[in-house]
T-cell receptor, first 113, second 108 residues
């Protein structure tokens, strides 16, 4: 089945230790998104890629970076995780300009110790 | 400001009872609204969108621009409807704003 895959599902990192979360998709969608979701809160968009064009949300901290080496893969890098970065990170994709209909991965739950 | 409000964090109904999950939005442009659902241990997935005006799993939602609402309704709730429901506003381009979600619990 075509889908969005996130690895790992659970990630534990230490305060200040860089961590990378990965996302891959078999849907061949142009757009890939990263959301942060804290407990009982709405998913919050961090950034997205439209093909190779990277678009950062204005309020996304500099600590968060992303890479998209090809259509299928997208990475979220957290350079120096703080305790406040503990959250569920959701990857999603969409087809071209149909940005409202998104396909989500299962998420990676990040714990910062 | 662009905003999606789901006033109820938790909604509990009996099986067979009608259910309405509320969603209000704030947006100055022409809104494109969606409902997403997350069943236990599953990923977030699209349930329905206002432009298609369809009924999915017995759920419908009507966009009311006067009241800036997009409430999700089902006449007879089923136990398998128990899930987390998110209302989402697509503001154009690639920006979608999600509400904080309502957990629906359907009791036997």
């Amino acid at each position: 089945d075509a889908m969005v895959i996130q690895n790992p599902r659970y990630q534990v990192t230490q305060f200040g230790k860089p961590v990378t979360l990965s996302c891959s998709q078999t849907l061949n969608h142009n757009v890939m998104y990263w959301y942060q979701q804290k407990s009982s809160q709405a998913p919050k968009l961090l950034f997205h890629y439209y093909d190779k064009d990277f678009n950062n949300e204005a309020d996304t901290p500099d600590n968060f970076q992303s890479r998209r080496p090809n259509t299928s893969f997208c990475f979220l890098d957290i350079r120096s995780p703080g305790l406040g970065d503990a959250a569920m990170y959701l990857c999603a994709t969409s087809r071209g300009m149909e940005g409202g209909e998104q396909y989500f991965g299962p998420g990676t739950r990040l714990t910062v110790t | 400001a662009q905003r999606v409000t789901q006033p109820e964090k938790l909604l509990s109904v009996f099986k067979g009872a009608p259910v309405e999950l509320k969603c209000n939005y704030s947006y100055s442009g022409s809104p494109e609204l969606f409902w997403y659902v997350q069943y236990s241990r599953q990923r977030l997935q699209l349930l329905l969108r206002h432009i298609s005006r369809e009924s999915i799993k017995g759920f419908t939602a009507d966009l009311n621009k006067g009241e800036t609402s997009f409430h999700l309704k089902k006449p007879f709730a089923q136990e398998e409807d128990s899930a987390m429901y998110y209302c989402a506003l697509h503001t154009g381009g690639f920006k979608t704003i999600f509400g904080a979600g309502t957990r629906l619990f359907v009791k036997a």
